[in-house]
Every structure is written in structure tokens, then in C-alpha cells.
């Protein structure tokens, strides 16, 4: 099994209602779990150029080809469409949502708050990176979109600004 064939699964499981995913086959172990809002730690296995889990050994040019894939959506800014009743701010990423900076303080924003570019609205977690969504226009939020702790899909809108 190569890169692109767990990409390929990944995607398919990803657009799946399946919360959970197995498979097992020669000496290939794959299991993925979606977030929920009961998240649980888990331990995480590195590859190294000796492994050969995966019938060869891991090469650095094969790593180096799938970076950019990540690097593409750290990079990614949330995308702010301008509509009649203002602009509304879609998320970059897959992920899931928390609209404060830790569960005992207030939300970074809520309905009425005038907001300014550069601040934040909210943070994506993907693959266990917190990643700020900032504000791309001037205005008050007129509509919050989605709740706490709620799983979002790429360019899904998450704030109405006008």
C-alpha cells in the first residue's frame, strides 16, 4: 500500500458518515477515527528511514513529495465572501471548531462584537494543530454560524460580518 492509496482511502472515509475505519491486510494496519466532540489522545507512531512496515523502507524523497500538501493548507487564510447582508468567513480547513481560547474563558467573539482584520474569530484544530482563523474585513458580526466543539468542512461559512 502506497501514499497515495491511504490519501485515496483517507478521502473516501473523510466524506463518509463512518465515524471509525479499519483495515488490515499483509502486514498493513491502517485504522482512522473522525473527530467527535469527546476527543481522545492517542499514542502516535513516527516513521523513520529504517521502517519497513510497509514492505520497503520509508524514503525521504517520498515524505518530501507529500509536504506540500500540508504546507498548502497551513498556508490557507479563511476565505471571506462578499454578500448582500455582508461578508461571510468560510473555514480553510477541515477541523473542529472552538469559538474560545480554552473551555473557561469567554468566546473570542459574538454576536454585536465589531471586529477589525487580523483578529481572531475562532480556532480550526486539524491533526491536532490549532489554527486561528482571523478576521479579512472590517465590521460587526451579524451572525455566528456555527457552535463550540462542532466539526466543520473546508469552506464551510462560520461568520457573517457587515
Request: charge should be negative; charged fraction near 25%.
Amino acid at each position: 500500500m502506497d501514499f497515495n492509496q491511504v490519501k485515496e482511502i483517507l478521502d473516501l472515509v473523510n466524506k463518509s458518515e463512518l465515524t471509525e475505519f479499519d483495515l488490515q491486510m499483509d502486514n498493513v494496519n491502517l485504522r482512522m477515527s473522525k473527530n467527535t466532540s469527546s476527543q481522545q489522545i492517542s499514542n502516535q507512531t513516527v516513521l523513520t528511514d529504517s521502517d519497513t512496515r510497509f514492505n520497503e523502507p520509508v524514503r525521504k524523497e517520498n515524505l518530501q513529495t507529500s509536504s506540500p500538501v500540508f504546507e498548502e493548507i497551513s498556508n490557507s487564510a479563511p476565505i471571506a465572501e462578499t454578500v448582500a447582508d455582508g461578508a461571510l468567513v468560510h473555514s480553510p480547513i477541515v477541523g473542529v471548531i472552538y469559538t474560545s481560547p480554552s473551555p473557561d474563558q469567554p468566546a473570542f467573539k459574538k454576536v454585536g462584537d465589531k471586529v477589525t482584520v487580523g483578529e481572531t474569530l475562532c480556532i480550526v484544530e486539524a491533526m491536532k494543530l490549532m489554527n486561528e482563523i482571523k478576521s479579512e474585513v472590517d465590521g460587526t458580526i451579524t451572525e455566528i454560524l456555527i457552535e463550540d466543539e462542532q466539526v466543520v468542512e473546508f469552506n464551510q461559512p462560520l461568520f457573517r460580518i457587515a
